[in-house]
């Protein structure tokens, strides 16, 4: 016999494996937001008090929209004496001084978010290549101020600038023109506006630009700089990108707020003689609800304020994510 004939035969491989079957997980998902809770339940108690703000004075007062389509008499049923269907709607979209408020509306939000939203951008950016630790600090601390004063202060320092005696006056008389009555020239006051909410919000804007500058990796500029990249190219296509989500999302906010532009501070401005300009939706509404007791037909106006605003953040929201990819939800 030989050897090969005594060779014993090869061993059969050996069986796969069996595979382990996972372990149901429907029970564990079911338990896995009552054991964070249980186990982070101080975290989550910080939020019961901000949910019950929204919720009793955001979410409630939203049944009182009813009186837009009944009609509400003061000393009545909070909801209403009976059912008109749309009529005041049909009265708003018939009232030529309505479409006024309307047009003055779009035009002071579409003036202050060209204003206010671009400027926070360039004043972040330009903080960020000061290197005077001193002078940067100043200047944030400069821009700053506006925003923790009141409205009703802000007003009344625009009025005192603006008013016949004031400072804006005393140049005017300095190159030999006659003083102006600013706040009572309707051509001035989408000006006076817009400057006053400049100077406020422009300076609190750039902190969260700032943030997200801390964000970018510095690799990234020195790969730039590797590549020839100048200043104002590494921030075309490097700081601009890195901080994207940001300026998507706080335009979609901005946008949200278009409708609702300046209410407080528009009331403490404006007069009968600049409401071609200055009446917008929410003083023409003010007016309608508390001053001529229509308070159905404010109600009306307000959720066709609250309804275009609703389509506006959708809308920017959606563009927003197909066309950029970042979105708030």
């Known amino acids: 016999m030989t050897s090969e004939t005594l060779r014993p035969p090869p061993a059969p491989p050996p069986a796969p494996a069996a595979a ?5 997980r429907s029970r564990r998902h079911r338990r896995t937001w009552r054991q964070a809770l249980r186990r982070d339940w101080q975290l989550y108690s910080l939020a019961v008090l901000p949910l019950l703000f929204f919720l009793i004075f955001r979410y409630l007062p939203m049944i009182g929209n009813v009186i837009a389509f009944r009609r509400f008499k003061p000393g009545g049923s909070i909801f209403g004496e009976y059912w008109v269907g749309l009529r005041y709607f049909r009265m708003f979209f018939t009232d030529p001084t309505f479409w006024e408020v309307f047009t003055n509306t779009l035009v002071l939000g579409a003036l202050t978010l060209l204003f206010c939203f671009p400027l926070p951008i360039v004043l972040a950016l330009l903080l960020n290549e000061v290197r005077a630790r001193r002078f940067k600090r100043f200047v944030q601390s400069v821009s700053y101020l506006p925003h923790f004063l009141s409205i009703v202060i802000v007003a009344a320092m625009v009025m005192q600038l603006t008013s016949v005696d004031g400072t804006a006056n005393q140049l005017v008389r300095l190159v030999g023109g006659d003083p102006v009555a600013f706040l009572q020239q309707p051509e001035w006051f989408r000006t006076i506006y817009v400057s006053s909410e400049v100077w406020q919000t422009v300076g609190w804007g750039t902190i969260l630009y700032l943030a997200a500058l801390t964000t970018i990796d510095e690799d990234l500029y020195e790969a730039a700089r590797i590549d020839g990249a100048n200043r104002l190219r590494q921030t075309w296509h490097v700081t601009l990108p890195g901080i ?13 707020s278009f409708m609702a532009v300046g209410f407080e501070k528009i009331l403490l401005l404006y007069n009968p003689l600049t409401y071609p300009t200055a009446d917008v939706i929410s003083t023409y509404l003010f ?3 508390f001053q001529s007791s229509n308070f159905s037909y404010a109600a009306a106006i307000g959720l066709f304020e609250a309804v275009i605003g609703l389509i506006l953040v959708l809308s920017a929201n959606l563009i927003s994510r197909r066309t950029v990819g970042t979105s708030l939800w």
């Open 244 to 256: 994207r989500p940001t300026m998507v999302t706080l335009l979609i906010l901005n946008i949200g």
């Open 20 to 24: 382990v079957a996972p372990a149901p």
């Open 287 to 289: 007016r309608m609800g």
